[in-house]
């Protein structure tokens, strides 16, 4: 069974920096048929938004218009750890965030339907 265990998440306060990482355990096939990660975002009462996305295979990368600049995605070279570092973090960046991989279908980076596997979710809050 595909696990995707996240860390790294606390509380700062706004301007600091945290990295999160998303371990990949249980995949059965070879990694690098997970065609697509990302790290997805929920805070209470709004809908989950995709933050960042990889796409492994030939390393291009996406962001949400609201992390540009600050956020960075990567991934290990085996392909099993994925990481999102956040710096000059804000407090609007409260929320859980999720890590999610998809090895099939329409691979679209912000459309949470389009993943198959998820973590369970860390949390960052950022005091003003």
């Known amino acids: 069974q595909v696990q995707l265990v996240e860390s790294g998440g606390g509380s700062v306060q706004a301007g600091q920096s945290l990295r999160l990482s998303c371990t990949v355990f249980?995949?059965?096939?070879?990694?690098?048929?997970?065609?697509?990660k990302a790290w997805f975002r929920q805070a209470p009462g709004k809908e989950r938004e995709g933050v960042a996305a990889i796409y492994p295979g030939g390393g291009s990368t996406y962001y949400a218009d609201s992390v540009k600049g600050r956020f960075t995605i990567s991934h290990d070279n085996a392909g099993n750890t994925l990481y999102l570092q956040m710096n000059s973090l804000k407090p609007e960046d409260t929320a859980m965030y999720y890590c999610?991989?998809?090895?099939?279908?329409?691979?679209?980076?912000?459309?949470?339907?389009?993943?198959?596997?998820w973590g369970q979710g860390t949390q960052v809050t950022v005091s003003s």
């Open positions: 249980g995949y059965t096939y070879n990694i690098n048929a997970i065609k697509l």
């Open positions: 999610a991989a998809a090895d099939t279908g329409w691979l679209r980076p912000t459309t949470p339907g389009d993943f198959r596997y």
